[in-house]
């Protein structure tokens, strides 16, 4: 141990005994050789000629007179006295009220008085000094300037008699050089003292103080460490929130704004990868543009700067503006943004310099991601250079020095696949194997450090077929998923990246294990303190892992459990919606003040605006308010889990709002079998879920198949060029369905038969996931001439539902408990701004208003999307005639177009409609699913199913205008008469009646599908 850790030794023996006062602290063996090694330490007869010296001398001769005068004070050992009076002479003259009152009078005896002590500008001026040694060392990466910089803020600390602003300006520089000291060396020993002695510095610092600001900035960046050695996200927030006031709160002209912006910036940074949150990468990039904007060219820490707002480009190239990268290339020789800016802060930083092992860093990632968008050698071979090059630059001891490693394991990956150099991936697993010994046991980076280990494995394996390859890399997998600290986002990826290679080997028992991890994880990854668009973004990540996991424990014989991930994994989004949709009537019996809470959370999070917009799309939000949206989102979330935690400790209340459980949904076939459609890698199957129980049911296809297929029919769709080609397809893919999906489904259903004339017929639910939710289950058949053929509707009533859940949910829900039937809603709009007249919508609505005299007619420039929404809230049925549309890759874009634009479907699902029973969507595409989020289930019919419509008739492509009304018009005849039949059969009996007129015409009846109970 050198002086400085003998000090703290010292220090922290002393606090244990003021804070206890038991003297066994201050005596044993261990003690005295502390003491002894500490008084030893410094040389008491030299000449103390260098601040650092005489500081140094100060503070050992003020802890061992402390430490020896306690001792003395309990058992009145002479040498203890003796040695405490050497100390307290150096102490005396300087500092004399660190000295014990009973030194003081002898050494007034001896005619050595007191002296007048430091005042605030010699104090101030060791500070100062300490300042300047910090930034040469930021310069020259010199650790033992840091050692003599932590002396002279100790100096100047303990030789202060006042609890003033220059004594806490020379505790928070001392947090300043402890943390660059960890940044350093990696000793976690310095972090911690960096934050107990800045906050202690803080503590003496008065409200609206200007150097409040420093102390924020100072934390804060103590605190960002902290965080990343344990991934406490309380931590990060505090981070965040001292930060904050230090950046937004410094005047432009502020000598360290830039330097408040960089620690800022670097917070949000963590913020974002940790949690997902896209507004804290946008304010992160804004705070680090600003900060390089605002450093001068020859300042030396622009070369950090510069570092940092590479960093976030590289991370999140989508946050640049449009036109920009393009501008970047034009200036910079097309090195591109991330790239130029790092071989400008290279220029800057030469070697030695604390910044290039980062900058070399970061460079080889730039250039390996360039090498994956065009293809030049060179990028690779550069990339592995720079990366071997920062690990070379750094101290072996950096914090660093696993993240370094990890880079040029990945860049060694990537040479070993492009160039066939299996020598290469050898030395990858190398370097990340250093990488994990250097991290402690549960240390967040730990997570995607084991896993870029087993995808090395793994790849190993797949050039040298070493079975031990392959279980190393299950194993580092494995143990990736398993680190609590890490992100839930981190463990997902690992879990289920695990899943898949046991499942490769066969062994579909360990891989199930493996997925149900890997779904619970995603399912904290996409939490409710996330805007829709970012937990949208995560989800999509994982377009198949429930659909996989579903598969594989097919493939393990647990069909139940097959269903139970499916709930788990699928309609995630759907879930959080139905949280508080839901009476929660089980804690209520039990715990009605916890409900009460449970209410208020979840109402306040439904009613937050999400995104940019407020919370009635009518205005945009500035950036400070939905920085403020975002906190309070945030924050409501993690009260949320709090409530759900106590919940969860009440009896029977143990999965309180978890995944159902198979004895739950298999209600969901109370009313008739429910067709869970499962496509994957490892199979695609049909579960027949019945009264019964459920049947796994191995389907003739596989996931090739099934996406060659979807592809086709959905290019089909929309495939205006060639009608005649169009229907072609199409008709093709519903035959292909009858035969490989729908007739063997209905058949071990025993669904054999046509059905009657007048028969009621069996009903059906198709429960689809992946690339199914795509094609019209419904409607597959074999279609003849003349209107012969063996179809779906021939034989059933079909409905669909997004997951078991929701059609639970619907089923429970009666509008009766609202009072009553409410009157209708007719909203028609035969011609809309900007879009093609429907001419039919007009008298589909006249035919309708016929029909029903209590009835709300907007139709013109009267539908609006406020008034819409306004009526929805009176009506038991809403019919709507008008445009529609959907994005298959970005579902929740999909809307109605009302007169004054969309009425997007996020809209509605944040309406509560408790009248609501019926809808009519007269429109294209309203049920039509996604390629991006299939299993969320976002369609404007879901949508509004969730916002109170027990049952909604939707479309899954786009509809002839002049059929739809007359389809609208059949199913509304048989919902008027004196004994209706539920909606579901209303539109089969529709469709039927209208396939039988127009048997050609399947592409116009076969869009339309009910959703619902």
């Known amino acids: 141990m050198n002086t400085e850790d003998l000090t703290f030794a010292m220090e922290d023996r002393l606090d244990a005994y003021a804070s206890s006062g038991d003297a066994a602290v201050l005596q044993g063996p261990e003690a005295q050789r502390l003491a002894d090694k500490l008084y030893y330490a410094v040389d008491w007869l030299s000449p103390l000629s260098e601040p650092a010296e005489t500081a140094r001398a100060f503070n050992v001769a003020a802890l061992l007179g402390t430490f020896h005068w306690y001792r003395f004070e309990h058992d009145g050992t002479r040498a203890d006295v003796r040695r405490a009076v050497l100390c307290f002479q150096l102490v005396h003259p300087v500092a004399p009220h660190c000295v014990p009152e009973a030194f003081r009078t002898v050494y007034a005896t001896s005619g050595l008085p007191a002296g007048d002590g430091l005042d605030e500008r010699e104090l101030a001026a060791y500070t100062a000094t300490a300042v300047n040694l910090l930034k040469a060392a930021e310069r020259n990466g010199d650790v033992h300037l840091l050692d003599d910089a932590v002396e002279l803020c100790m100096f100047s600390a303990r030789a202060n008699p006042r609890q003033d602003v220059v004594r806490a300006e020379a505790l928070v520089t001392l947090g300043n050089v402890l943390t660059r000291r960890y940044e350093y060396t990696g000793n976690p020993d310095s972090l911690d003292r960096a934050v107990v002695v800045t906050v202690k510095g803080g503590e003496m610092i008065p409200e609206g103080h200007p150097y409040r600001l420093a102390f924020c900035s100072g934390l804060g960046h103590a605190f960002i460490r902290r965080f990343q050695r344990t991934g406490d996200l309380d931590i990060l927030d505090l981070a965040v929130g001292m930060l904050r006031e230090a950046a937004y709160e410094a005047p432009d002209d502020h000598p360290h704004r830039a330097a408040f912006l960089t620690n800022l910036s670097t917070a949000l940074s963590h913020y974002h990868w940790h949690t997902g949150r896209t507004e804290t990468a946008d304010e992160a990039l804004a705070a680090r543009h600003e900060a390089v904007r605002i450093t001068p060219r020859d300042h030396p820490d622009l070369p950090s700067r510069l570092l940092n707002l590479a960093a976030m480009l590289e991370s999140h190239p989508e946050l640049l503006p449009t036109g920009a990268e393009a501008v970047f290339d034009a200036e910079t020789n097309g090195q591109g943004p991330v790239v130029a800016l790092l071989r400008d802060a290279l220029s800057l930083a030469g070697d030695g310099h604390p910044d290039r092992p980062a900058c070399l860093h970061l460079l080889a990632s730039a250039l390996r991601e360039r090498f994956a968008r065009e293809g030049c050698q ?209 804690v209520r019996a039990k715990a009605p003040k916890l409900a009460d809470r449970l209410r208020q959370v979840l109402d306040e999070l439904d009613q937050l605006p999400d995104g940019s917009q407020s919370s009635s799309g009518a205005a945009t939000l500035d950036v400070w308010e939905r920085r403020r949206v975002g906190e309070r989102r945030v924050a409501l979330a993690r009260i949320r889990e709090e409530i759900l935690a106590e919940i969860r400790a009440l009896p029977k209340l143990g999965h309180f709002l978890c995944a159902p459980a198979f ?310 005849d048989h919902l008027l008469q004196p004994e209706p039949p539920d909606p579901a059969t209303a539109l089969h009996t529709a469709l039927r009646t209208l396939h039988e007129q127009r048997p050609q015409a399947v592409l116009s009846w076969a869009p339309y599908v009910h959703v619902g109970p």
């Open 378 to 586: 060179r990028d690779l071979e550069d990339a592995v250079e720079a990366a071997r090059s920062a690990i070379t630059a750094a101290p072996t001891n950096a914090y660093e020095r696993p993240m370094f490693l990890r880079e040029l394991a990945q860049s060694l990956r990537r040479y070993a696949a492009h160039f066939s150099a299996p020598g290469a991936l050898t030395k990858a697993v190398e370097a990340l194997q250093e990488a994990d010994a250097l991290l402690p046991e549960n240390h967040p980076e730990r997570s995607v450090t084991l896993a870029d280990l087993g995808f090395a494995l793994a790849d190993l394996a797949e050039t040298t077929g070493a079975s031990e390859d392959r279980s190393a890399a299950l194993r580092a997998l494995h143990d990736a998923s398993l680190v609590s600290s890490a992100s839930a986002h981190a463990r997902a990826r690992a879990a289920a990246a695990a899943g898949h290679l046991a499942a490769s080997t066969g062994n579909y028992t360990e891989a199930l294990d493996h997925f149900t991890l890997a779904l619970e994880q995603l399912e904290l990854t996409a939490w409710r303190g996330l805007e829709r668009d970012d937990r949208e973004r995560l989800i999509a990540e994982y377009p198949s892992l429930a659909t996989d996991a579903a598969a594989v424990a097919l493939r393990a014989e647990q069909p139940q459990r097959a269903v139970e991930l499916l709930e788990q994994g699928r309609g995630i989004l759907l879930a959080q919606v139905l949280e508080s949709r839901t009476d929660h009537v089980d």
């Open 663 to 972: 004895a739950t949904v298999r209600t969901a076939a109370a009313q008739g079998p429910v067709v869970l459609l499962v496509p994957s890698q490892y199979g695609c199957s049909a579960l027949l879920l019945t009264g019964d129980g459920v049947r796994a049911l191995p389907l003739a296809l596989d996931d090739q198949q099934l996406a060659a297929r979807t592809l086709t029919f959905t290019q089909a769709l929309s495939d205006w060029r060639s009608p005649l080609e169009a229907r072609k397809e199409i008709i093709d893919t519903l035959s292909w369905l009858w035969k490989t999906v729908a007739k063997p489904v209905l058949t071990t259903l025993g669904y054999t038969e046509p059905l009657g004339a007048d028969a009621a017929g069996p009903r059906v639910w198709w429960c689809p996931a992946g690339l199914f939710t795509l094609l019209p289950l419904h409607a597959a058949g074999r279609f003849l001439q003349g209107g012969e053929g063996d179809t779906v509707p021939d034989r059933v009533i079909s409905s669909y539902t997004p997951t078991l859940r929701t059609l639970l949910h619907v089923r429970e829900r009666h509008c009766a408990a609202a009072g009553g039937r409410a009157g209708g809603l007719i909203v028609s709009l035969p011609s809309t701004p900007g879009w093609p007249d429907l001419p039919a919508a007009g008298e589909e609505a006249r035919a309708l208003r016929r029909r029903h005299l209590n009835v709300e007619f907007l139709t013109g420039a009267a539908a609006t999307g406020p008034a819409v929404l306004d009526a929805l809230s009176r009506c038991s049925w809403a019919h709507f005639a008008c445009h529609g549309e959907q994005d298959l890759a970005r579902p929740s874009r999909g809307a109605l177009i009302l007169h004054d634009g969309p009425l997007s479907l996020r809209a509605i699902t944040n309406l509560r409609l408790t009248r609501a029973e019926f809808a009519f969507l007269s429109a294209c595409e309203t049920h039509r699913g996604s390629i991006i989020l299939a299993d969320e289930a976002i369609t404007f019919a879901t949508a509004l199913q969730l916002a109170g419509f027990r049952d909604v008739v939707g479309t899954l492509w786009p509809i002839d205008d002049a059929f739809a009304a007359k389809v609208a018009d059949l199913v509304h």
